[in-house]
Structure formats: C-alpha cells, structure tokens
C-alpha cells in the first residue's frame, strides 16, 4: 500500500479537465506530457490519425492537433442544387481554411461546356468573399488549387484570386491553362512572396522579361518590370504539358537557385498554333539537351529530385552527359518513353556514386501480347522491354531505396535465379551494362535496402496455371530480397492470396507499414483458413484434431489447411506420375516423340532428363540450343554443387509447398513475436462483379477487423 501512494500523488498532480484513466496516468516527469514533444510527435501524423484518434484522447491533445489539421474548402463553380445557406456556410468556413480548391464541375463532359452566366456569378462570389476577409484579417489559406478548365473568365481574374491570399499563400496549382498562355510568374511571386510550391498544367509558356507576349491570354498590365536579378523562394516546380525555350525558361530557373524538385512532364514541341516563337524547345536536338543537363548544376545547386519527360521524343542523349555533373540529385524520374538501354546506362554510373536513391518510373509500358519460346533464353534481346532493363538494373543498384514504377512488369521468370540468364549473342546486360560473362545463373537484386517497391509481375506465358506456386515465388522473393521494405504495392494478372498461395511470407517485412495488392484477374473468396495467420501473435496447439474439429482458438487454421492440401496435392501428383511413366513406356515401345505438355511439371522441372524426353525442333527454328550447364558449373552463382545459397540469400524451399510450413516452424518457435508490428495499411483492390465485390468487402473486412483490429484494411473494386 505504501508503494503505491507516490504513484497517486503524482498523478494527481498533473492537471487535466478529463476524468483519471488509470491505463494512461503518467509520472510528472514523463516527456509524453510535455507539449512541445506531443507537437513534434503529431506533426508525422497522417491527417485521418489527427482527425479521428488524436484529437478524440483528450482536451489537451484536441488543442495540439487542431492546428495541425488542414481546414479544405472546395468551392464548385457548376452546382445548381446549392442553396444559399450552404453557399454562407462554405464561404464561413474560409476564415480558417488551410486550403482552397476551385473547381468547375462533375465530368469531362462539364469541362467541354462554354463558361455560363451562373459559373461567372459564383466565381465573382467566392473572390468578393476573399477580398472581405483579407481586409479584416490575414487569410489564413495556404494552398490554392484552380482545377478548373482556365477558359478567359477564369484567366482575366488569376490576380483577383492572387491579391487578397497571396500574403499568406506557399502552394499553388493550376491546370488545364488555355492553349497559348503565357504565365506571368514574375507577377505571381511579387503578389505570394512566400511561394514555395508551383505546378502548373497546360500547353503554355514562361513569361519572357522585357518582351511583349502579344498573344497571350493575359492583361499587358501583369507584366510588369522587375529587377532581373530577383531571386524567387521556390523550393518546388512542377511544369505539365508547357512550351519550354531558352528565351522563357533560363530565366525563370536562373531566379530559383534554391530549388530542390523540378518536374518537367511532357514537355511539348514548338508550333506556331501554340506559341508565336522562333526559338527551338531545349529538348529540340541533343546539343540543346546536352546544354540544358549541363546547366543543372550551376542554376539548380540545391537540386535533389528530377524529372524529364518529353512528348515528342523517344530518346535523351543521356550518352553525351557525364554522371559526375549530377550526382547531387538522389530522386530521378521519368516518362516510361525516356527510359531506353542509354538512360539506364546513365543511372548506372550515377548510382554508382552513391547519389541515386529513389526512382520513380510514369505511365505504363508496353508488354509484349504474345509469348515467344525464345524469349525465355533472351530476356535482354535488342528488342528488350522497360521490365527487361529496369531488372538489370535493380541486379546492380545496391543504394537505390525508393522503387515507384506501378506501371512496368518484371517478369516473374527474370526472377527464377535458377534458370540461366540468356545464351543469346547480344546481350544487354554485357554490351549496355559492362557485364562479360555469357552464361550464367540470373543475378538478384541488388537492393537489399529498398524500402519502397511499386511494379507488376506477370508472365508473358499463358499456359502455366499453377498460380499458387507463382504467387509463393513472388512473396517469397520480395521478402528475402528486400528485408526493409515499407512500402509495397503488387500488380499482378493472377494472384492467388489463399493458404498456399504463401501470402503469409511477406509478414517476414517487419518494417513493412503499407502493402496493396491489386489484382486484375481476381483469386478465390478468402475464408478464416486463408487469413488466420494474420493474428498478432501466434498461438499453437499440439494436440490432434480429428475431422472436423476445429479447435480451441489457440490452433493456425492457415497451417492446418496447407498441411491438408498439400497432402492431397502430392497424392495427385504421385498418380499423375505414375499415369505419365505407363505412357512413356507405351511412347517408347513405338518410338514416339512426347509431347511436353504430358509431362507432369514434378517431372519435367529440374529434371535434366526432360529435356531429352521432346523434340527440341521447337527451338531449333528460332537459331538457339536448348541451354545445358556447362561442366563444372554450380547449381547456384557463388556456391557449391547443390547449394542453396544465391548471392547470400538463402533460398531454400523457394516457389514450393515447405516454404509455408517452415514460416509457421518458425513462427512456433517465436509466437510472442508481434507479427508486422509497424502495419498501418492493408488494401485488396480486385477486378470483380459487383455484387461479388459487395459480399467480398463485408466477408474479409469482418476477419481482419477481428484478427487485427490495428490495422487500417480496404477491400476495393480494381477499376
């Protein structure tokens, strides 16, 4: 009783207007109770966690969230079914808004519509309403987004918008600007002084200081003279869709010396129906790109992350650029046209100096429709794919961490580091990459610290069907190439997420927080057997259980239902075997070829027999052997005959049944260990009826919510 008193008076001494809760009382001393470390701490929140858990504790910690909650007003120019009271009410609402975004309508259709006398009305309100509350107070709004189409009506009033919030305005973006705009952004910074953020969307151009812009849709009023020198605070641009010339650009980035993002998409070629200019794009010819890549460090010496994107052209001479001028920026990006065997060459020797670190890849690359015997002996043919390069590079960037490339496909086959790399002549990985060695074991990735993973995986062959044994390759691959993963999305045709399908390897990603999964062709309905290892902690029991019986909660349904099926799947193949033996003696008795489709896959993988059971005429024509290990040579690189070693990477069991049920052995040795202690997101998206989508959401949300209620799940039609 007297070890207990010191606790109650120093509870008792912390001031608080809730009620004593016994599960959170801390000592006085305790650095939780400090405001400026509660601060700190929620200022790394997402804004969900502040809205609906943080500020729902306490007083005390409602006070310190609500600053850090941003306040949004959007503002539709096209609502008839708005009354006036909800007009009042958002327009209230813009005394404390954070953010202001203006649009136009519901649908493209909306777009496509000239301005109506009700749009203008309502544009006029809301910029009468801003320029009141910046004469009483100052605005508190921080970001302004115009995603409207910028027809004239819109145009003429970008300074109306810019004059009463530019005082307090650091992030602004404007799409879809009319064709054959000029951006007068030397007037835009003189009105936002604070400007740190600027994206803008549309074929236009930058201002050209001391030059009349004739033809642009803007006031001859905005473009004021400034001092040349002037230096803007922008930390990042973004440039979508513009005309970028010398006369335009140079001086616009000249002003930004502490620029740290620059984002130029789909720069667009110079034409007389967008802008009345005789100079050339930068991205014209190579002596224009070579001129502007070797400008970067002198313009942009704070510069981190690039993308380069061009409409028009299907290659950067990335050849003519020495690395060692940007080894500064660590965050490359670039359109899926960009990314040739030379660009990749290019991030090779930059990441080679320890600089490239995250790389992000946009839109979505070509596949190749129908499957070739021989790509599979020439992954890295002349004719190789974004997927084909982007897996040799992956093989030698050891410092990459960041991987976005949600639109290229790695094909599942590249992964196989059994399986020879290629016995084809002309090799990308020997005559772009350096490499020099013809036949060979396939590498694995590099990246053992990647933290955040974004691709496709699937096949270009059709015929295999065994989606279980693709999906265990898959999950288990990820989580012993990459330990440290964080983030983790995978796009896949076909995959499979029940007990066998070895979903359950990548709880070995302990530092995993984000994992989705999206799925096109949709797997089977997932039951408690399917999801019962996504329990936090893992409990077992050792007694049997008949038919039947399913326990008393301490039991792995996953477990029990693999160590089933696995049993049923042998018995089948132990019969099909044995069916396929009694047709190879029939086969041989009249000397006829097999057809390698009736060779069972236990059979004919890994079997050096099996190839000698077909006619290899299905090669020959192509002008390739069918590969066979040369003498002396390892089952894996860097290892002994028989070893299962790759790179340092034990893979063991990979691909097949036994590597479930040694994640289970060893989750029964460690069952107090919390299974993916930093999870925070868990989504399934899948191409699915929508009645099926329905019942699906209501099943699957109903077990993890029971197994893991910590964790945030979506189950979401793939659109």
């Known amino acids: 009783m007297k070890k207990s008193e010191p606790k109650q008076i120093e509870s008792s001494s912390i001031p608080s207007n809730e009620p004593a809760r016994p599960h959170v009382a801390k000592t006085k001393a305790s650095p939780i109770l400090i405001p400026e470390i509660l601060h700190l701490i929620f200022s ?43 007009r009042n009410e958002l327009l209230g609402r813009l005394n404390s808004a954070h953010t202001l975004t203006c649009e136009r309508g519901w649908n493209g259709y909306v777009l496509r519509q000239p301005f109506s006398d009700t749009e203008i009305e309502r544009l006029e309100e809301l910029i009468v309403a801003l320029r009141s509350i910046s004469n009483k107070q100052r605005p508190t709004i921080k970001k302004l987004h115009l995603n409207v189409k910028m027809a004239r009506p819109i145009w003429d009033s970008i300074t109306a918008f810019l004059e009463p919030l530019g005082a307090s305005l650091t992030y602004l973006q404007i799409c879809r600007l009319p064709d054959n705009t000029v951006f007068p952004w030397r007037l835009v910074f003189r009105l936002c002084p604070g400007l740190s953020y600027l994206s803008l969307q549309g074929t236009a151009q930058l201002e050209v200081p001391g030059k009349d812009m004739g033809n642009a849709h803007a006031n001859t009023n905005d473009f004021i003279h400034m001092d040349e020198n002037m230096t803007l605070p922008l930390k990042s641009c973004t440039l979508e869709s513009f005309v970028l010339t010398k006369e335009s650009f140079y001086p616009f980035v000249q002003a930004c010396p502490s620029l740290r993002e620059l984002r130029l998409i789909d720069i667009q070629p110079c034409h007389d129906y967008l802008v009345a200019s005789e100079e050339l794009s930068i991205f014209h010819n190579p002596e224009e790109q070579a001129a502007f ?15 380069l994107s061009v409409y028009y052209l299907k290659e950067i001479q990335w050849k003519e650029i020495p690395s060692c001028s940007l080894n500064n920026i660590k965050e490359w990006s670039f359109g899926v ?35 070739d015997p021989s790509d599979e002996f020439m992954p890295y043919g002349p004719s190789a794919l974004v997927g084909d390069l982007l897996h040799v590079f992956l093989c030698q960037a050891p410092n990459l961490l960041h991987l976005k490339a949600e639109g290229v496909n790695i094909e599942l086959s590249l992964l196989d580091p059994f399986n020879p790399s290629s016995v084809h002549g002309h090799l990308v990985d020997r005559n772009v990459f350096g490499a020099s060695n013809p036949v060979r074991n396939r590498a694995l990735w590099a990246c053992r ?8 995986f699937d096949m270009r062959s059709t015929i295999d069907n065994e989606s279980d044994e693709n999906s265990r390759k898959l999950y288990g691959y990820i989580s012993r190439v990459c330990p440290q993963l964080e983030d983790l999305l995978i796009y896949r045709q076909t995959l499979t997420l029940g007990s066998r399908s070895g979903l359950c390897l990548l709880s070995n990603l302990t530092r995993l927080r984000r994992l989705q999964l999206h799925i096109k062709g949709g797997s089977k309905d997932l039951k408690d057997e399917d999801l019962d290892w996504i329990k936090s ?6 007694r049997q259980l008949g038919p039947g019986q399913l326990g008393n909660g301490d039991d792995s349904l996953t477990e029990r239902s693999v160590a089933a099926k696995i049993k049923n799947e042998k018995l089948r193949i132990e019969s099909r075997e044995q069916e396929f033996r009694e047709l190879e003696k029939l086969h041989q008795k009249y000397n006829i070829p097999i057809n390698q489709h ?6 004919n993988r890994g079997n050096p027999d099996a190839k000698k059971r077909t006619s290899t005429g299905l090669f020959s024509r192509f002008g390739l052997k069918v590969f066979q290990k040369p003498e002396g040579a390892s089952g894996m690189s860097g290892g002994s005959e028989g070893s299962n070693m790759a790179e340092g990477v034990d893979m063991l069991h990979w691909g097949k049944d036994e590597d479930v049920l040694e994640y289970f052995k060893m989750r029964r040795n460690r069952r107090d260990v919390r299974l993916w202690p930093e999870m925070e997101y868990l989504e399934i998206k899948e191409k699915r009826h929508k009645d099926q989508y329905i019942d699906e959401l209501k099943a699957v949300s109903l077990i993890v919510a029971g197994l893991r209620p910590d964790i945030e799940f979506r189950c979401l039609p793939l659109n």
């Open 44 to 86: 790394f929140l997402s804004q969900g966690n502040l809205r609906f858990h943080v500020s729902l504790v306490c007083r005390g910690w409602n006070a310190l969230a609500q600053p850090l909650i941003s306040r949004s007003v959007r503002w539709k120019l096209r609502q008839p079914n708005s009354t006036v009271a909800e």
């Open 293 to 307: 890549l070797h400008m970067i460090p002198e313009y942009f010496p704070a510069l981190q992350s690039i993308e």
């Open 337 to 371: 046209h960009e990314l040739q065997a030379p660009t990749f060459l290019f991030l090779k020797q930059n990441q080679a100096e320890f600089s490239l670190t995250s790389l992000e890849i946009r839109g979505i690359a070509h596949t190749r429709p129908t499957w």
């Open 449 to 456: 610290k990647l933290k955040t993973l974004r691709l496709r």
């Open 537 to 542: 902690k893992y409990h077992y029991s050792s």
């Open 598 to 603: 009736d060779i069972p896959p236990s059979l």
